[in-house]
């Protein structure tokens, strides 16, 4: 694991242009038992420990419903990440590839996701496993997770077709 602002070899660090306020707003916070990235899991297990999603009011009330789900979708802020690298090399192997080849926490824009199981809700918190965050990271969304539902429309003509020809 890189230690922290460290440059591997064949890793690029470039100066980030002027921040902007994108009007991001924590809805919460997220409780795991991780304190230090070394402890933290590269991802999260849905047999892993159980951890807390701790929201904010007024979003505590977006809650409602969020029982009809199993599997949830977590977007969260990487706030202890570096946002400079274009190359790294994960494995520190002499192997170095795009920030965005890969799930390097290091991103421009460090946004993090896991897809959870749903535990319990207790009132404003959600207990969920399958988290891959620090203690204490800041909350941005909850969705359920996508593969849950079925399209609403069948494709039509003129949608981007794969390769396979399906859409």
């Not at 599997?71 to 570096?82: A, G, K, M, P, V």
Request: proline share 10%; net charge negative; aromatic share 6%.
């Amino acid at each position: 694991m890189v230690r922290e602002n460290e440059i591997r070899q064949g890793e690029i660090a470039v100066e980030a242009p002027a921040a902007r306020d994108a009007g991001l707003h924590f809805i919460g916070r997220i409780a795991t038992p991780w304190t230090h990235r070394r402890q933290c899991p590269r991802q999260g297990r849905h047999d892993g420990p159980t951890c807390r999603i701790e929201l904010f009011e007024p979003w505590d009330a977006a809650l409602a419903g969020i029982e009809r789900y199993r599997q949830l979708e977590i977007l969260y802020w990487l706030d202890q990440s570096r946002r400079d690298l274009v190359l790294q090399s994960p494995a520190d192997d002499g192997e170095v590839r795009g920030t965005f080849a890969l799930r390097s926490p290091v991103r421009p824009n460090p946004i993090g996701t896991s897809i959870v199981l749903l535990v319990a809700r207790e009132g404003a918190s959600l207990l969920v496993r399958g988290l891959d965050c620090l203690d204490g990271t800041p909350l941005l969304d909850i969705k359920p997770d996508r593969s849950g539902f079925v399209p609403l429309a069948p494709p039509q003509p003129g949608d981007f077709q794969t390769g396979d020809g399906e859409p």
